[in-house]
């Protein structure tokens, strides 16, 4: 089926380990987003990369980066995880312009810092 | 920086009974409002897109409307039914690409 695929669906890691959110598109949409979301704080942006080729920050950037490794593919990595990034993390993706284009989520990865 | 509320945070209704879920935003220049459901431990499902020359969509049981020069939208669910328990979410598309989003609202539709 046409969509967002996320891995893993589930992470258990300890303080200060390392690790990759993969997620790819088939959509051939020109950008995509990944977001967390915590409970009472809704979904925040974390990275976005408008087009192949950049990146850019969103509200919550601090102990994340991202890779967009071509059109179809965005990852994010956790360089030294903390209990604070315990969350759901989603990724998105949308065509880049036009009013009629609206964002497709993944299912998420449940991430689990102890 | 746009904000976006929705009202209330839950809602508990019997079976059969009409939902009204309520959005606003505080900047109206937007290109278009989403509506998403989301079920317990589960993603994001796209239920309405709405564009900002547009007043409402449709599909099914739902309806929403758009009222841009307001900063409000309305989602209304016809015939409540238990399977339309899940939080409803309102995101907002403003002239940059990220989505701006409600904190949701959670229905339960008791049977």
């Known amino acids: 089926n046409a969509g967002v695929t996320q891995t893993p669906k589930f992470q258990v890691l300890k303080t200060g380990q390392s690790m990759t959110l993969q997620c790819a598109q088939d959509?051939?949409?020109?950008?995509m987003y990944w977001y967390r979301q915590d409970p009472g704080m809704g979904l925040r942006l974390i990275y976005y990369?408008?087009?192949?080729?950049?990146?850019d920050k969103g509200e919550v950037p601090n102990g994340y980066n991202v890779s967009r490794l071509n059109k179809r593919e965005f990852s994010l990595r956790l360089e030294s995880a903390a209990p604070s990034q315990t969350s759901v993390y989603f990724c998105?993706?949308?065509?880049?312009?036009?009013?009629?284009?609206?964002?497709?989520f993944g299912s998420g990865t449940r991430l689990t810092v102890v | 920086k746009q904000e976006v509320t929705q009202i209330p945070a839950a809602l508990s209704v019997p079976e059969g009974e009409n939902l009204v879920l309520n959005c606003s935003f505080t900047d109206s220049a937007i290109y278009n409002l989403q509506w998403f459901r989301q079920d317990p431990g589960k993603g994001l499902t796209s239920l309405l897109l709405i564009q900002s020359s547009q007043r409402e969509q449709t599909s099914g049981r739902l309806n929403a409307s758009l009222d841009k020069s307001s900063g409000r939208s309305t989602l209304y669910i016809a015939a409540s039914q238990p399977g339309d328990s899940a939080t409803y979410l309102c995101?907002?598309?403003?002239?940059?690409?990220?989505?701006?989003f409600g904190a949701g609202t959670t229905v339960t539709v008791r049977a």
């Open positions: 998105a993706s949308s065509e880049s312009q036009g009013s009629n284009y609206g964002y497709t």
């Open positions: 959509m051939n949409h020109n950008s």
């Open positions: 995101a907002v598309r403003p002239g940059d690409y990220k989505l701006s």
């Open positions: 990369s408008a087009s192949e080729g950049t990146t």
